[in-house]
């Protein structure tokens, strides 16, 4: 496993270190072989995260992650020697707000936030109620194995 971060002086040991955990834990839950995985992290402000939700989803508002898979949703992963599972983009000051709002560290919002992307680049969503359970799932058993659970 490896995770590009976009501005790795500005992110602290134990975030770093908990990514890749999550990431690995992502990639178990999956079965793939964390090996062959790469990642590539970017945290923004409100203002810049508002402008790719609007360009790229055509939403204009702050959201607190966006993910850009680098694959097909039915393409076979297994087979790759090297998979690049795509972009994360996570908005520190809409983590910020959601921590203050459900009750938990800011550190344990970015690292739910950075495992439910890791799930949408792994091709789950959560449009539709049993997709949004299953996801929700996966979720938790994640931040479990983190001990980060609720």
Same mark, same amino acid.
């Given at each position: 496993?490896?995770?590009?971060?976009?501005?790795?002086?500005?992110?602290?040991?134990? @975030?770093?270190? @908990?990514?890749?955990?999550?990431?690995?834990?992502?990639?178990?839950?999956?079965?793939?072989?964390?090996?062959?995985? @790469?990642?590539?992290v970017s945290f923004v402000d409100g203002e810049e995260i508002r402008t790719l939700n609007r360009e790229y989803r055509g939403?204009?508002?702050? @959201?607190?992650?966006l993910s850009f898979p680098q694959f097909a949703e039915d393409e076979d992963l297994e087979d790759w020697d090297e998979i690049s599972l795509g972009d994360v983009v996570l908005c520190k000051d809409r983590a910020r707000e959601q921590a203050e709002e459900f009750g938990h560290s800011y550190e344990r919002e970015l690292i739910y936030l950075f495992v439910h992307s890791c799930f949408?680049?792994?091709?789950?969503?959560?449009?539709?109620?049993?997709?949004?359970?299953?996801?929700?799932?996966?979720e938790e058993k994640v931040m479990s194995v983190l001990g980060l659970g609720r």
């Open positions: 496993m490896f995770i590009y971060f976009d501005d790795e002086q500005n992110v602290d040991k134990w @975030t770093s270190e @908990t990514m890749y955990a999550a990431a690995k834990a992502c990639a178990a839950e999956e079965e793939l072989e964390d090996e062959k995985l @790469t990642i590539s939403v204009d508002s702050v @959201t607190d992650v949408h680049l792994l091709g789950y969503d959560h449009e539709e109620e049993e997709d949004k359970k299953v996801m929700r799932e996966k």
